[in-house]
């Protein structure tokens, strides 16, 4: 069977992270996720003894489980087979070639009944510098090129889980405005998250600078707020599964139930004359 085209260039996408590091990267959305994520941990209230996070920065993600070992994010994880109780995937599922391979080499690494977490950018980011960029290219250049990385939708992302051999999965979002003086410092933001394009079918020409000028003219035009700052909407999506393990529920089989739904719906009914109680009128 022939594989599919790439969709990411990893080696730009590692230069970029690479410049975003040398620069001084902007990871205010790496440590908000990984606020969320300290959150959602006390919420399981169990103690992990061998975590591990999957992340491009590292230093964002260090103070989240002290002793955690940070994997970096590559196509192929370097995570041995059963060896940890939690792995977390942070920040990274959207630039992946295989999604669905990079679940697996984590459920794989998580011993029976280990929690798989995970967060990626949701289809909704960046959806007004989406819309302005593709406006300002058909107004400026005449057509459209690959720029901004197709994100996932969430309806989709629990199907996902259940390929990767994952239970229990679930698939959350939470969706927040960040607000700039300009597209230009939204940009700029980008450049130093590591997040400006990598995409493998892009353009390798350099972009003319009045592409920019038009798109940030357009963001100005539609999106400007009260306050004279234009907003970039942010949605991340959460991912939980379980390693599979028999301590775990268990759907029961099809045929195996004791008493038809309508036998039980008619036992509840009220009868005439009694109360859903149990007592008389």
Same mark, same amino acid.
């Given at each position: ?14 230069l ?8 001084g990267?902007a ?9 969320e ?19 491009p920065f ?33 920040? &990274? ?5 295989d ?26 980011s ?31 992302l ?11 999965p679930?698939?959350?979002c939470?969706e ?17 998250m ?7 079918a892009?353009h390798?020409?350099t ?12 963001? &100005?035009?539609?999106?400007t707020?009260?306050?004279g ?5 942010v ?11 028999e ?20 036992r ?10 149990g007592?008389?009128?």
């Amino acid at each position: 069977m022939t594989r599919p085209p790439d969709l990411t260039d990893r080696q730009a996408l590692a230069l970029h992270r690479a410049r975003a590091l040398k620069a001084g990267p902007a990871l205010f959305l790496h440590e908000a996720a990984a606020d969320e994520i300290k959150e959602r941990l006390i919420e399981v209230n169990r103690t992990f003894t061998a975590p591990a996070v999957v992340t491009p920065f590292a230093e964002a993600w260090q103070g989240l489980l002290p002793g955690a070992r940070m994997v970096p994010a590559e196509e192929t994880l370097d995570l041995a087979p059963g060896a940890h109780d939690l792995v977390i995937h942070a920040l &990274a599922l959207h630039w992946a070639n295989d999604p669905v391979g990079q679940l697996i080499q984590c459920r794989r690494a998580l011993k029976p009944d280990g929690l798989f977490l995970g967060v990626m950018f949701g289809g909704r980011s960046l959806q007004e510098l989406r819309a302005v960029l593709a406006e300002a290219e058909a107004a400026t250049l005449g057509g459209l090129s690959p720029r901004v990385l197709p994100m996932a939708e969430i309806r989709d992302l629990g199907a996902l889980l259940q390929r990767a051999g994952l239970a229990l999965p679930v698939a959350d979002c939470a969706e927040f405005s960040v607000t700039y003086q300009s597209a230009y410092h939204l940009m700029r933001d980008l450049r130093a998250m590591g997040e400006t394009n990598a995409l493998a079918a892009r353009h390798r020409r350099t972009a003319p600078r009045r592409l920019f000028s038009e798109a940030a003219r357009r963001y &100005a035009e539609f999106h400007t707020m009260p306050d004279g700052r234009i907003p970039a909407t942010v949605e991340m999506i959460y991912l939980t599964g379980w390693a599979p393990a028999e301590t775990q529920p268990q759907a029961l089989k099809p045929g195996s139930a004791r008493m038809r739904l309508a036998d039980a719906l008619n036992r509840a009914a009220p009868q005439p004359g009694e109360r859903n109680d149990g007592g008389s009128d």
